[in-house]
T-cell receptor, first 111, second 114 residues
Framework: DAKTTQPNSMESNEEEPVHLPCNHSTISGTDYIHWYRQLPSQGPEYVIHGLTSNVNNRMASLAIAEDRKSSTLILHRATLRDAAVYYCILRDRTSGSRLTFGEGTQLTVNP | NAGVTQTPKFQVLKTGQSMTLQCAQDMNHEYMSWYRQDPGMGLRLIHYSVGAGITDQGEVPNGYNVSRSTTEDFPLRLLSAAPSQTSVYFC?????????????FGSGTRLTVV
């Protein structure tokens, strides 16, 4: 599986947008970019995923660079409930792909 | 839908004891897997299954057994518990192993081995 690189931690203020970056310079053409988050004392939770085009859902937006070597998870208005560890993970489009977690980014949201 | 259900939520074992962590999903997902998460660390894959009757090892399989007799259930067995197995265990499922599908995780089992 191709590797991803994320900052260890980020801080944001409540009700402000948050941009969480992820670098994946060795991404292959068949890799989907997945984002999960893990709230304190809970299991990971799926957030969003995409292949080439930017994606939006009720939780967040995913902006994918044109060369696909990086992506950004965007939380439009951070809330205290968004404080979590965010994981950026690559998964191959073909069968047999497993979810491999890195260290993730610890997001702190200040009131 | 209940999603992925793990039982028990908490467990304390003595060294050498055995036990089974239960995982059940009601989404007709073919792929199921077990992860462990040690304090302050990311998740590591223990075992996984791509369908009933098929299992395989992940990154850290030693000391654990699995079986998959039905689509719905994927129990994890600790053969002889050791303090190094103190961790939080998460079960996850997905419709398929193809990258287009996301995973659903259970709420975890917090295991302490004394």
């Amino acid at each position: 599986d191709a590797k991803t690189t994320q900052p260890n931690s980020m801080e944001s203020n409540e009700e402000e947008p948050v941009h969480l970056p992820c670098n994946h310079s060795t991404i292959s053409g068949t890799d989907y970019i997945h984002w999960y988050r893990q709230l304190p004392s809970q299991g990971p939770e799926y957030v969003i995923h995409g292949l080439t085009s930017n994606v939006n859902n009720r939780m967040a937006s995913l902006a994918i660079a044109e060369d696909r070597k990086s992506s950004t998870l965007i939380l439009h208005r951070a809330t205290l409930r968004d404080a979590a560890v965010y994981y950026c993970i690559l998964r191959d489009r073909t069968s047999g792909s497993r979810l491999t977690f890195g260290e993730g980014t610890q997001l702190t949201v200040n009131p | 839908n209940a999603g992925v259900t793990q039982t028990p939520k908490f467990q304390v074992l003595k060294t050498g004891q055995s036990m089974t962590l239960q995982c059940a999903q009601d989404m007709n997902h073919e792929y199921m897997s077990w992860y462990r998460q040690d304090p302050g660390m990311g998740l590591r894959l223990i075992h996984y299954s791509v369908g009933a009757g098929i299992t395989d090892q992940g990154e850290v399989p030693n000391g654990y057994n699995v079986s998959r007799s039905t689509t719905e259930d994927f129990p994890l067995r600790l053969l002889s518990a050791a303090p190094s197995q103190t961790s939080v265990y998460f079960c996850a499922s997905s419709y398929s192993t193809q990258g287009i599908y996301g995973y659903t995780f259970g709420s975890g089992t917090r295991l302490t081995v004394v």
